[in-house]
């Protein structure tokens, strides 16, 4: 059980004359065993802030830390993440237990572990099949089951759902859930549906134009929104639920 | 490659491949001795029932000749290929095993190689290797690898880009084994097609080499060496330069097509899907029969070879009815808003009993102008609906011109106009741009200010705010009931999301594998809803008063596949109320007090399914 | 165009003449320093290689001196840039002619030769092109696309020496025509105009009919046919110009090789111009002359080049952006 903290990450982009800053300054913690989700429109920096964690973006400025020190990027890895269209995320050319074979940690039964993990996200079976043989939501499953391969504490979850048929949605939510109460995870759950991250967090961080806006506990921000963007976001999801 | 060679083209490519092989292995063995018998006393004969092809200076046969040369001139192509490909591989892989900066020199370094044609780095390889088999075979190998360093380059920054990669790497995976393992067998195929083009390519340069008198030196001879000489006798007997010009031809053309033919069946392989056909007429449902109806669908369907992804929709408006269509991907809706408009292009067939709008019957001529005029489209993609090398403005005054006969300046000035109608700021700065000018919102707005050059009666949305952020959607969902309530526009919305279409729409049609499965009142759907999918879908997508501490509900398995459905109730297979009869009759869609729905359990209260 | 509505400040078009010619001065840097080293990599003595083995010692020793080989290499490579300047190419080590002279001597023809290819070939192929992406579109008359498709690939596989050859037999042999070879009068043009603009039109018809296809499927193209615009419109207006971007690009890359190919088909019809010099020449061992005739080819293609990248910003609005 970790915790996961940014402090003053700042990611730019570009070379002279066409900098992009896409994170600016973001100080966010995500205490352990507890999920926190981040919502914003797409270019606010959300997803690169996970890219950046994880060491697929490299930072411009700020840290980030896993019980205060830096993410190993060497070894077994403790931070994961799930991406957000299961179509490319899955190497087609890789069986579904090779892909997760892959991640597990050497000096383990890799065999043992790949049944159990699929038997985690309820896929028991598939370990021989090829990812175009699944579904959009079966191939969600497997790249959470990758993800959890290397025994991570925290885990981020980049729009997990987006890519996904709305009738396959509630079930990847539901496991996210379960996974998080059975194995004490500790997630950052990133989206721009603010009712699929109420449903799923604890506490609630806006992000807009690569900063934080608004950060706090759930129905706090819910109920009594102080940033002028959250209000519109909440007024436009809001609208669409009455 | 079963699939390659079943192709006539494939495998008149292969057969052709695997005799030039065949030759290139035995013909020295067999006739080394008869190509080389110098006869003089029949110097520079033409061709004869002893000598095919005619004979040389020295009276040597010279169909002995270009058989035996298959060997080295093959032989030199494949070296030739297979230096190019090496070099190019590790060019184009160097990025990704260097890292960023090295990646950036190598990059730069062959980008510039690539601007120089081919034959002009053989030429310079050529003069640095020095004249002679060896160098023509360094000077083509290398001259072929700063092309192929650019496609490897290409193609693995492609894949290199792809999530699977980052999740390996997140995972641990090295650099070596991300290579291997995730990057090169991905972009495999577009390789090997290349590397066997390239060999075609490498024997015809190798020809070109040392038909100048550059590559293959005497005493040694090649296709290239013969064509030259026999180039000199053209006028006495064409055969000899004809007969080694053919077998260049034959076999260069052999390895291009053999590729192409390759790359062909790849791409076969992935169109290809199992596919039934399945195209049923439906008994007619009655639709509301009232004349004022606006656009009136009876039983439409569409049709593609191989499934019938729309089948029996019926359904009518009136002016200034707001109707939602509400699915999941594959379930005909967007078809559906396409036939309407008459926009499905070949193979589509679109069939109805009726389809007509404002009294024409649409089934029958063009419609032009009532359609230019009276239908206006938004579509899904903002970002690339628009033409992107012209102009908003004139994108917009082009409808007017076109269709009512306005000179350029009336045309720009109501694009203008309406351009402010859809609350564009500074609408006239913006007539002047570029499509890539404009944000995602604002192309949307521009869509809908296109639509109202005209005077439209009907606007069709497909998905017109999926590809927007939530605050922008809300915006552009309230331009459209805007615009509704001004001039008694009728809206047909097609969404996936069916909080979008219960917030615009007074009434929604849930389409499920091409059928409507459920009509009912929008103001209805929360309490009225009576088909478990419309249910089910209710309760899958979480809102703002979702209760936190319960599971959401789940739809289990996949959406219906449009090719390939099952015989009775397409959604029965994910049913939690189906019977025997749903699998085996599919439920027609049935009016009662209202609203229509296309179940045998409708009945069933909520509470049991959920 | 775009600038007027951009800020002053970052000009797009400014940054993009900033950066094409940065790009152009990086390959004539390329260019010019890879034909100076041509001479020095070749393995032995470049200078015996050419008088041969019989001549004197003394006889060598003097033709380095005269060509400053005998200096340090980075004294050789400051005059041989000294020497571009001022249009000095060295002297052909053969007949000791001024190599700027038999370069100005031969390269108009050559010049005439791929310029009347290239206008050739894309007269020919940008229509056909169009018209068999309008007529074969959506999987329509498959027969017809079979046709052209193979048609297109075996005309583009034939190299250009190899069609020169069969086209001299047919036109100049056996219906004597047109003359075998040489320079002399209009119809001594047609035999190598074909020859070199065949394959690049069956390559271009091609490239124009993909993209065009490609285009035709664009969501753009949808958007024109909702508005109800003629055909005929929507062909040339909206289709032509985007199936054009993309096709400059590989026309340009097209038109590099047509340069490249005068090489092969100047020296089957003894046409005097570049490529039948530079290929007498190495065979000569005359690298004086090789090195001036390899950096005009060279900065042929740059300037063809630059020319397609300028087409394209022209054309396409987004490219100048897209770059940066």
């Known amino acids: 059980m970790r915790e996961l903290r940014f402090d003053g990450v700042s990611v730019r982009f570009g070379s002279r004359g066409h900098r992009v800053t896409a994170v600016d300054g973001v100080d966010l913690t995500v205490p352990a065993g507890s999920v926190v989700g981040l919502v914003g429109e797409s270019g606010s920096g959300k997803s690169t802030l996970a890219r950046a964690a994880v060491g697929l973006v490299p930072l411009s400025a700020g840290r980030v830390t896993l019980d205060g020190a830096p993410v190993p990027t060497r070894g077994r890895r403790p931070l994961q993440m799930v991406f957000q269209d299961p179509y490319s995320s899955l190497n087609p050319r890789m069986t579904i237990g090779a892909t997760i074979a892959e991640a597990v940690p050497r000096g383990t039964d890799r065999r043992a572990e790949v049944a159990r993990l699929l038997a985690l996200v309820d896929l028991p079976d598939r370990m021989t099949r090829y990812p175009a043989e699944l579904s959009g939501g079966q191939r969600q499953r497997v790249a959470i089951a990758r993800a959890l391969a290397g025994r991570p504490e925290v885990l981020i979850a980049d729009e997990i759902t987006s890519a996904l048929d709305v009738s396959i949605q509630g079930a990847v939510l539901n496991l996210i859930r379960d996974l998080q109460r059975t194995l004490d995870l500790t997630i950052l759950f990133i989206s721009h549906d603010l009712a699929v991250v109420r449903y799923v967090s604890d506490t609630i961080a806006v992000m807009y134009r690569g900063r934080i806006v608004e950060h706090g506990p759930a129905d706090t921000v819910l109920a009594d929104p102080q940033d002028p963007y959250t209000r519109e976001l909440l007024a436009s999801t809001e609208g669409r639920s009455r | ?610 | 165009m775009t600038a007027a509505v951009s800020a002053p400040v970052d000009h797009p078009w400014g940054r993009f003449a900033l950066r094409r010619f940065g790009r152009l001065l990086v390959s004539v840097w390329v260019l010019v320093t890879a034909a100076f080293g041509m001479i020095h990599l070749i393995p032995g003595d470049p200078v015996r290689g050419a008088l041969g083995p019989t001549a004197s010692q003394e006889l060598v020793e003097a033709r380095r001196a005269a060509l400053g080989l005998d200096q340090p290499l980075w004294q050789q490579y400051l005059d041989y840039l000294r020497g571009l300047f001022t249009g000095d190419l060295g002297v052909s080590m053969n007949s000791g002619m001024p190599v700027a002279d038999i370069l100005g001597d031969r390269l108009p023809a050559t010049v005439e030769l791929a310029v009347l290819a290239f206008a050739l070939a894309v007269l020919v192929s940008v229509p056909l092109g169009l018209a068999f992406a309008v007529l074969t579109r959506g999987g329509r008359r498959r027969p017809l696309e079979l046709g052209f498709t193979s048609t297109s690939v075996v005309l583009a596989a034939i190299p250009e020496f190899l069609l020169a050859v069969a086209l001299v037999w047919i036109f100049s042999v056996n219906l004597g025509w047109v003359p075998v070879a040489g320079r002399d009068g209009p119809s001594s043009y047609v035999l190598p105009v074909v020859a070199l603009a065949l394959a690049p039109a069956a390559i271009l018809a091609r490239i124009v009919r993909v993209e065009t296809l490609t285009v035709l499927r664009a969501d753009y193209i949808r958007t024109a046919r909702a508005k109800r615009l003629p055909s005929r419109t929507v062909y040339f207006r909206h289709a032509l110009p985007n199936a054009l971007t993309a096709a400059i690009t590989l026309g340009g890359l097209l038109l590099g090789a047509l340069v490249a190919g005068t090489v092969l088909v100047e020296n089957v019809f003894a046409w005097p111009g570049l490529g039948s010099t530079i290929v007498s020449s190495i065979l000569a061992k005359d690298y004086p002359v090789v090195q001036g005739v390899v950096l005009v080819y060279g900065v042929g293609v740059l300037v063809v080049n630059l020319v397609v990248d300028v087409a394209l910003a022209l054309l396409d609005p987004r490219s100048t952006i897209r770059e940066g």
């Open chain 2, 1 to 610: 490659m079963g699939r390659v060679l079943r192709t006539p083209l494939g495998a008149a490519a292969a057969g052709t491949v695997a005799v030039v092989l065949l030759l290139a292995v035995l013909a020295p063995v067999l006739w080394t001795d008869a190509a080389n018998a110098v006869d003089t006393g029949q110097i520079q004969q033409g061709a004869s029932a002893d000598h095919w092809a005619g004979t040389d200076s020295l009276g040597r046969d010279i169909f002995f000749r270009v058989l035996v040369a298959t060997r080295l001139s093959v032989q030199l192509a494949l070296l030739a290929t297979a230096l190019g490909v090496a070099v190019g591989l590790l060019l184009g892989t160097a990025p990704l095993l260097l890292g960023a900066r090295a990646g950036r020199v190598i990059t730069a370094a062959v980008h510039i190689a690539v601007a120089f044609p081919g034959l002009l780095l053989a030429l310079f390889f050529a003069v640095i290797f020095g004249v002679g088999t060896t160098g023509g075979l360094l000077a083509i190998g290398f001259a072929l690898a700063p092309g192929f360093a650019r496609l490897t380059h290409t193609m693995v920054a492609g894949v290199a880009g792809l999530d699977y990669v980052a999740a390996a790497r997140i995972a641990g995976v090295g650099r070596l084994r991300v290579l291997f393992r995730h990057v090169l067998p991905n972009v495999a195929e577009p390789l090997v097609v290349n590397a066997t083009v390239a060999a075609g390519n490498a024997l015809l340069a190798f020809a070109g080499l040392s038909f100048l008198g550059l590559g293959v030196q005497p005493p040694d001879y090649d296709w290239g060496r013969l064509l030259g000489e026999g180039l000199g006798a053209i006028y006495l007997h064409p055969e000899a330069a004809l007969a080694p010009g053919v077998a260049v031809v034959v076999a260069g053309l052999a390895f291009n097509l053999f590729g192409e033919a390759i790359a062909k069946g790849v791409g076969l392989e992935r169109r290809l899907g199992t596919s039934t056909s399945r195209f049923r007429r439906r008994p007619r449902v009655a639709p509301d029969p009232d004349d004022s109806a606006m656009l009136v669908v009876e039983n439409l369907s569409v049709g593609f070879p191989g499934t019938t992804p729309v089948r029996g929709v019926s359904f009518s408006m009136r002016r200034g009815d707001a109707v939602g269509i509400v699915g999941e991907s594959g379930s005909g809706k967007s078809l559906t808003a396409l036939a309407v408009s008459r926009l499905v292009e070949e193979p589509g067939i679109v069939e109805a009993e009726r389809l007509s709008f404002l009294g024409a019957d649409l089934r029958a001529g063009e419609h032009r102008r009532l359609l230019g005029t009276s239908l206006a489209m938004v579509f899904q993609d903002p970002m690339t609906s628009f033409n992107p090398t012209m102009r908003i403005g004139r994108q917009l005054s082009e409808v007017a011109r076109h269709h009512e006969g306005m000179d350029r300046r009336a045309a720009m000035a109501r694009a203008v106009d309406r351009l402010a109608a859809v609350r564009l700021s500074d609408p006239e700065r913006r007539a002047r741009q570029y499509p890539h000018e404009f944000s995602g919102g604002m192309r949307q707005r521009a869509m809908i200010g296109m639509g109202l050059m005209g005077k439209p009666a009907l606007i069709v949305a497909d998905e017109p705010t999926t590809a927007l952020d939530v605050t922008v959607q809300r915006q552009v969902l309230e331009l459209l009931a805007s615009i509704r309530a001004a001039d008694d526009v009728a809206i047909l919305l097609i969404s996936h999301d069916i909080t979008v279409v219960e917030q615009v729409c007074d009434r929604v049609l849930v389409m499920y594998a091409g059928r409507i499965v459920e009509d009912l009142p929008a103001a209805e759907l929360r309490t009225g809803a009576r088909h478990p999918y419309t249910k089910a879908l209710l309760a899958a997508v979480p809102d703002m008063t979702t209760d936190r501490e319960l599971p959401l509900t789940v739809i289990p398995g996949r959406p219906a596949d449009p090719a390939n459905l099952p015989p009775g109730c397409a959604f029965a297979p994910r049913c939690p109320l189906a019977d025997a009869r749903c699998a085996t009759e599919d439920p027609e869609l049935v009016e009662n007090a209202g609203a229509r729905v296309a179940c045998w359990h409708a009945d069933v209260p909520a509470e049991v399914i959920s």
